[in-house]
């Protein structure tokens, strides 16, 4: 059973009780669980062979909607998101440098149904990584990175990246590209109902004018709405629209892409992909 899904049993027995309004909410809290699941392959860091250290220390950032509804169970709901990080880096074989904490905050520039994750890793004096199915040991003179950003007593990362990923990532569960092959090239592509659109050009300009790589018929859609840009990373850039983009349920005017992103443009949803080889 996939961790997403014990996550939801968890809470279960708490839908008619405490999290009954929770869930009437716009934003679910297993969207806000398989966002930090991302946010730890993202942020992974390799520590040595054996051992690939990720975030223990999470704020989630809601609308002031959204917030209000949450605010009221963010202890437990804190509590059984922080569990499904630690279910989740034993399964990947992630370690933590302290213990897990996951805290909800008010972002007054985020709409209702929107919310952003950002992470940092907390080290203790020792700098030793703790394997996920140990219990969290107290923090001692904790060092702390800047969210986002590696630890301060992390440990400088190999010169060369690890057999089958690049340096200091891994990749995200379910959807993302397999290992690269020695000189593979990588493919790129976006689904949007269902049709597979290639890239086969360094930039992508997607809108509702008949002069973009990718005509969209969508009224929210502007004539020159976006435009992906491949490279290592991939990335997205709004051109300038009136509606502008959503990427991976944030508000941004230019954000980096993974395998399996999603980007909402007025009310079409668009699935970036890509793959080696």
Request: contains cysteine; proline residues 9%.
């Given at each position: 059973?996939?961790?997403?899904?014990?996550?939801?049993?968890?809470?279960?027995?708490?839908?008619?009780?405490?999290?009954?309004?929770?869930?009437?909410?716009?934003?679910?809290?297993?969207?806000?669980?398989?966002?930090?699941?991302?946010?730890?392959?993202?942020?992974?860091?390799?520590?040595?062979?054996?051992?690939?250290?990720?975030p223990n220390d999470?704020?989630?950032?809601?609308?002031?909607?959204?917030?209000?509804?949450?605010?009221?169970?963010?202890?437990?709901?804190?509590?059984?998101?922080?569990?499904?990080?630690?279910?989740?880096a034993k399964q990947?074989?992630?370690?933590?440098?302290?213990?897990?904490?996951?805290?909800?905050?008010?972002?007054?520039?985020?709409?209702?149904?929107?919310?952003?994750?950002?992470?940092?890793?907390?080290?203790?004096?020792?700098?030793?990584?703790?394997?996920?199915?140990?219990?969290?040991?107290?923090?001692?003179?904790?060092?702390?990175?800047?969210?986002?950003?590696?630890?301060?007593?992390?440990?400088?990362?190999?010169?060369?990246?690890?057999?089958?990923?690049?340096?200091?990532?891994?990749?995200?569960?379910?959807?993302?590209?397999?290992?690269?092959?020695?000189?593979?090239?990588?493919?790129?592509?976006?689904?949007?109902?269902?049709?597979?659109?290639?890239?086969?050009?360094?930039?992508?300009?997607?809108?509702?004018?008949?002069?973009?790589?990718?005509?969209i018929d969508d009224?929210?859609?502007?004539?020159?709405?976006?435009?992906?840009?491949?490279?290592?990373?991939?990335?997205?850039?709004?051109?300038?629209?009136?509606?502008?983009?959503?990427?991976?349920?944030?508000?941004?005017?230019?954000?980096?892409?993974?395998?399996?992103?999603?980007?909402?443009?007025?009310?079409?949803?668009?699935?970036?992909?890509?793959?080696?080889?």
């Amino acid at each position: 059973m996939g961790v997403l899904k014990r996550f939801e049993q968890r809470l279960e027995g708490l839908v008619n009780g405490t999290f009954a309004k929770v869930f009437k909410s716009e934003v679910q809290p297993v969207e806000i669980a398989g966002a930090l699941q991302r946010e730890c392959d993202n942020n992974a860091t390799i520590w040595n062979r054996e051992r690939t250290v990720v975030p223990n220390d999470f704020i989630v950032e809601l609308s002031g909607g959204d917030y209000d509804r949450l605010s009221p169970y963010s202890g437990q709901l804190g509590d059984e998101l922080a569990g499904l990080v630690r279910d989740y880096a034993k399964q990947q074989r992630y370690s933590f440098m302290g213990p897990i904490k996951v805290q909800l905050e008010k972002a007054d520039d985020l709409d209702t149904g929107l919310y952003r994750v950002r992470s940092r890793t907390l080290a203790s004096s020792t700098s030793q990584p703790q394997a996920a199915q140990g219990g969290p040991a107290a923090p001692q003179n904790q060092q702390q990175g800047g969210y986002g950003y590696p630890p301060v007593a992390a440990p400088p990362m190999p010169a060369g990246p690890p057999p089958g990923g690049a340096a200091g990532r891994r990749p995200a569960p379910g959807g993302a590209a397999p290992a690269p092959s020695p000189g593979g090239p990588r493919r790129h592509w976006i689904e949007i109902n269902g049709t597979r659109h290639q890239i086969s050009r360094p930039t992508l300009v997607l809108g509702r004018s008949t002069e973009a790589d990718v005509r969209i018929d969508d009224p929210g859609v502007s004539r020159r709405h976006c435009e992906i840009r491949t490279g290592t990373p991939s990335t997205i850039q709004d051109l300038g629209s009136t509606n502008g983009i959503v990427v991976d349920g944030q508000h941004t005017t230019r954000a980096t892409l993974r395998d399996g992103s999603r980007i909402v443009v007025g009310s079409t949803t668009i699935i970036y992909r890509q793959a080696e080889g």
